[in-house]
């Protein structure tokens, strides 16, 4: 009863993706809307999924060479017109602080919506050899982008990043990083979000501001739409030459520096809400949940119940597993479905009878699979669950996808392929017009090219010779 | 040689302490001058003292049962007048947002000096019944002060920090929850940065702007000037009726609820350095330093010297130990003035004779004490003595600060006690007049009271009756 009660309050994955996506944000604290237009405030829950993410990329990082730094919130305006496709993509973003501490400021600041020129200006400063180099830096920090519509998490006009940038003495390296990061990402979106990605070059229309070439990873969600979920940009000596980023080299010459950067953000938290989660709400990755194993009471009030589940929590606990009881005075069913909800991925019941019979029985969000299982080898099992459950929901995400993606020939063909709730896979000629064509018929967009595949003889658009293979889809 | 050339980079840490501040933190790479005046651009060495000590500092956070949030940057400016003090205290620093996305702002944002305001506003929405007292979270971000004199770490426009905000169903718990911050601040100060620190409550005038009470955290520097390391407020009622933070308490009655908040910044980096610091740079404690223990090969061009550094590397790394290999074409004499000066605590050094003997000379930083010792044990030797070394280090703070401390009847007194770079602790009537005296004529300010020591019996001031005993000392 409770059960169905519950699940009314959140709308129709189905036929409502949008709303179940608003109400699922707000009703499990993940989120909430902060007093001014487009911000977001991240409550407890949702920021703990942050310090999981937070955490397991920056070990990545740093086992990839990378180093921590912070650089200033603060960027002069005349940093960005430094760069002109730069200024050209970030100006109509930037909130600019012209007043401070009483009064008017000589020249008007701008809050970061990304670092390259602020970083660039001190590595100039910074880099002066050959023995310099590489530099691989990194920063986790809020950045600023005043967007028209916003969704919490998806696109606010303040969000927590990281952005990667770094600088190196030749071409080969920079792009081979660029490249590398990529798959840093990749692995990262795989392995712990258990979300399967597309990698691939963006074209001309959809690259970084800035950048010679962007890289992108690619994730289906629910309804078929693409969530851009990281991105890695070699920036060849644009940013080198704008911010006169040189180097003394072996051979006595002075030459300019090769940089790339990389970012991701709180947007994957929207990422693995529209990738995993069901009419009851959440469903959490083991590797991310703030709380891996929710234990709940049953016949609380039966002498000996409550110590047990105390004792089972510590249990597990110093078995390194994150593990909460719920003790509040509401009813088992009213519990299960708030920690259903809450996309916590094993929960555990224990009552007087299973004491007496020396088990627990254990529910997988995942699957809804109930099972009992003994408490003598509890700890073992609910890590191995854990395991289980962390690969069996990629397997799952890659399924899902898999069987959601098309080829097409023709303009109509993408057409039907995206309101059919797919990625479609297309030849394209390169041409900006058949691009924009794709987004005016379809609103579609070309989200990486996978030339790899090998490249369809004609372009799907406008019929021409195709030089790419692309991946187009509505996205976020 | 090289030794007496190195330390000659630095200023004399006797006469030139300022300049021996900035020589140190930027020779030493932590932090560098940001292109806008007033910031900071926290450099990964730096940064990497930051990121130990916001570990260890989130522990103590989490088990004192405190969850981390996040909330906007931008906060609109008509909530800073919601509470008279308050907006007093931070309108002269704030940073002022007027345009945005290409327009001009209906109302002008503030970048947050400090988060009570916007926190209040969602505590406000969050909180409905007594069921959800007591709220303890805490963020860690930047927050922006316009100041007019700047100086890295110490005092900067932008800074790195944390603030946690409670509310509370009484007084009486909110206040204890002030002391109880106060105390986990306390142990962090000692532990962990190994510097110890006065406690007590701060006078009205010294007092956070809003707070009915504030307590500080005070470190003496090396010239005997005050830190003021952290604070920790209680807020009484002031922000839940500014912000209508209300519950509804088991009596069905609608009651304020109490508020505090607490909060450590960047500053501390600076705390640490001057506190430990000598002529030739940086000591660091053990359980912040980035880098723990740095292996010198020596006689690299030998063979097997190199390998056995790494082997001794990778046989510390294992056991836990932060350690790291200089394998730069530098000489040794240069490696280890460079090492001192970014105040590695141990210092190893290998060369063939000692890998012959199954031997290594090490040295620890802060006495500079040379010893040999075996290969076979290196690892618990290792470890036990960065313990011994993080121990001695407060005790030797400890021992330098008590005999620094006079005790003062007169104004004079006062004045001679600080200019002795002393903390002077003095009777004090209580009054305003008294207090700014101090200022004008010793260019000291009452740090904390610390009356359970005993209030002498007149104001050294003014003669009156005395009503507490204050520690007066001039301060960063």
């Given at each position: 009863m409770d059960n169905k009660q519950f699940v009314?309050?959140?709308?129709?994955?189905?036929?409502e993706f949008a709303q179940w996506y608003t109400d699922v944000v707000l009703k499990t604290e993940l989120v909430d809307y902060g007093p001014v237009k487009g911000t977001m405030v991240i409550r407890p829950y949702g920021y703990a999924i942050w310090e999981n993410i937070q955490k397991d990329m920056d070990d990545r990082f740093k086992k990839a060479g990378s180093k921590n730094a912070y650089f200033p919130l603060l960027i002069p305006m005349?940093?960005?017109?430094?760069?002109a496709e730069h200024v050209e993509g970030f100006a109509p973003e930037v909130a600019v602080v012209t007043h401070a501490g009483g009064a008017k400021l000589e020249e008007p600041l701008a809050i970061?919506?990304?670092s390259e020129t602020i970083i660039g200006t001190m590595y100039s400063k910074w880099i002066?050899?050959?023995?310099?180099?590489p530099v691989i830096m990194n920063q986790w920090c809020n950045v600023m982008r005043w967007e028209k519509t916003t969704r919490p998490?998806?696109?606010?006009s303040e969000f927590l990043w990281q952005e990667g940038h770094t600088v190196h003495a030749s071409e080969e390296e920079a792009q081979e990083e660029t490249l590398r990061m990529l798959e840093v990402y990749r692995q990262f979106m795989e392995e712990t979000l258990a979300i399967p990605v597309f990698t691939g070059r963006k074209t001309e229309k959809e690259?970084?501001?800035?950048?010679v070439a962007t890289y992108g990873l690619e994730a289906m969600m629910l309804d078929g739409k693409s969530l851009q979920i990281g991105t890695s940009h070699y920036l060849g000596q644009n940013f080198a030459k704008a911010f006169d980023i040189k180097y003394l080299d072996k051979d006595s010459a002075q030459k300019y520096g090769y940089t790339t950067s990389w970012g991701t953000s709180t947007r994957m938290i929207g990422g693995l809400i529209m990738a995993h989660g069901d009419q009851r709400g959440l469903v959490l990755p083991p590797?991310?949940?703030?709380?891996?194993v929710i234990i709940i009471p049953i016949a609380?009030?039966?002498?000996?119940v409550n110590e047990k589940a105390i004792e089972l929590r510590d249990k597990l606990v110093n078995a390194g597993i994150r593990a909460e009881i719920d003790?509040?005075?509401?009813?088992p069913g009213w519990k299960f479905n708030e920690w259903e909800m809450k996309g916590v991925p094993i929960r555990v019941e224990i009552g007087p009878r299973d004491i007496e019979n020396g088990v627990a029985v254990i529910m997988r969000r995942d699957t809804l699979e109930k099972s009992n299982i003994s408490l003598d080898t509890i700890e073992n099992d609910v890590n191995n669950l854990l395991t289980t459950i962390q690969k069996d929901m990629l397997e799952k995400s890659r399924a899902r996808r898999d069987k959601k993606i098309v080829e097409a020939d023709s303009l109509d063909g993408i057409l039907k392929g995206v309101e059919g709730k797919n990625f479609v896979k297309a030849g394209w000629c390169g041409c900006r017009e058949c691009e924009d064509k794709v987004k005016e018929v379809?609103?579609?967009?070309?989200?990486?090219?996978?030339?790899e595949e090998g490249v369809p003889c004609?372009?799907?658009?406008?019929?021409?010779?195709?030089?790419h293979k692309v991946i187009f889809a509505r996205a976020y």
């Open positions: 009314k309050e959140i709308a129709d994955i189905e036929n005349s940093f960005f017109t430094k760069e970061r919506p990304t002066q050899s050959y023995r310099d180099l998490f998806l696109r606010t690259k970084f501001a800035g950048a590797k991310v949940a703030p709380i891996q609380a009030h039966k002498g000996g003790m509040r005075e509401s009813s379809a609103q579609a967009t070309a989200r990486v090219m996978c030339d004609k372009c799907a658009i406008c019929g021409k010779e195709a030089k």
